[in-house]
């Protein structure tokens, strides 16, 4: 599939801009980052944009799709109408569950995790249990990447930034904007390292985590 080709008619499917917007700025890092990957879990799949765009151009990864029994419909119709080999359903997930789902049809473990736009919609207690349960799923040197709005050193990166936290948390005063730094305490808590920040742009950035030790 063309990189062009999801701009076209998609008239008829629930469309999430902000996915069209970033989704080649995110390839461009992925493809790199995930070059030695083989089977990648996303957490809240959303529209399912991202899961097509991103299992069409890396058809040497599994993507498994995932989000809440509510957005499954949605997700099922973009696959259905862009689909590929390497993309699979989405399996129902909350971050209140045990562990990450697995489709019993792939005879294989996850090494990577992806989520985008997601910690800033959540309670720190989920942003919490994210890490937790991305580190349980993840073998030695399996990688958790996350794309969004981040602070730096307790700062918004831009005006719009410190915008968009306050209206967040009005609507939610457990959601908002996190900082970079509070991440990467989180990590080594879960004895994950960051191994990459990349600045993207409308002042998001992708940081790529690496697990460091083994799981027990």
Known sequence: MGKDNLSNTVANLPFSQACENNKDAILTIIQKELKDSRHVFEIGS?????????????????????DVAANHDTIKAWHATYPAANLYAPLPFDLVQSSLPYNPSIDQSYDAVFTANTLHIISWLLVERLFTLATDALPLHGKLIIYGPFNDDGC???????????????????????????LIDLATQHDLTLSATHRMPANNQLLVFRKTVPTP
């Open 46 to 66: 959303g529209t399912g944009q991202h899961s097509v765009y991103f299992a069409s151009q890396l058809p040497h990864l599994k993507w498994q799709t995932s």
């Open 156 to 182: 918004y990166t831009s005006e719009g930034n410190r915008q968009f936290d306050a209206g967040l948390r009005q609507r939610d005063p457990n959601s908002g904007i996190r900082d970079k730094e509070d």
